[in-house]
């Protein structure tokens, strides 16, 4: 009886602590494991928010996304543009003695793919039209001739002209031989290069300037 009673005696406290301790031992392993895996994320965060290689792509990437933005502004179709103001500015300025009537050709050379089309379309052909009535029953003043004459070269050049000589290396050649042509003339008559950026002559000196610098690109772009 007295061996009974011993084992059926309720457990000390020895006991009862080790049977605790059993029971919260897997949840305290659960949060030793859950605090490492925390522990091993955060590092990974951290070696990753200050990468030495991540901030050296993000760099050359912000460089060559200005290359690339700087590259953009110097597209054939802006440096059509232009040439097209200059050229015009040139046909209208007073500060110049040079052979204006070149500068028709050029203008049909450079000039934008979208002012061609809308010159050889209808709206052209009206404009041409009225400015021809205006020119035969009224007077215009002399610097309106030159850009009517061009109106007219550009409606009446053939098509097959204009797709032999416009976007080729041909044309930019023709384009760039006009173009130092005129830069000769202008800087040769003038006297000298201070006199050609007198008040006079100023915008007529930028816009052959501009007009050379253009021609350059255009045959740099063509041939690389």
């Known amino acids: 009886m007295l061996t009974l009673s011993l084992c059926t005696r309720s457990p000390s406290p020895c006991n009862k602590l080790r049977v605790s301790t059993q029971k919260i ?22 070696s990753l928010s200050f990468n030495p290689l991540r901030e050296l792509v993000m760099n050359k990437k912000g460089y060559g996304f200005g290359a690339v933005c700087h590259s953009g502004l110097l597209t ?7 040439s097209t ?29 979208g002012i061609v089309s809308w010159i050889k379309g ?11 009535l205006v020119r035969l029953f009224f007077f215009i003043p002399g610097e309106l001739e030159l850009p ?14 204009m797709s ?15 173009a130092a042509y005129l830069a000769f003339q202008h800087f040769y008559r003038t006297g000298s290069l201070a006199r050609s950026f007198d008040q006079g ?16 690109l255009l045959l740099i772009q063509f041939l690389s």
């Open 25 to 46: 031992c897997p949840l305290h392993q659960t949060r030793i494991v859950c605090r490492s895996y925390l522990q091993v994320q955060g590092h990974k965060l951290s």
């Open 76 to 82: 054939p179709s802006n440096l059509q543009w232009v």
């Open 85 to 113: 103001i200059s050229t015009a500015v040139l046909m209208l300025a007073r500060g110049t003695t040079i052979h204006r009537s070149f500068l028709a050709p050029l203008f049909a050379l450079q000039a934008p793919a």
């Open 122 to 132: 209808e709206y052209g052909i009206w404009t041409a039209f009225l400015a021809l």
């Open 148 to 161: 009517f004459i061009t109106l007219l070269l550009v409606i009446l050049a053939p098509n097959q002209v």
């Open 164 to 178: 032999r000589l416009r976007g080729t290396q041909e044309g930019i050649i023709l384009s760039l031989l006009i």
């Open 201 to 216: 002559s100023i915008f007529a000196t930028l816009a052959i300037i501009c007009i050379i610098i253009v021609s350059c």
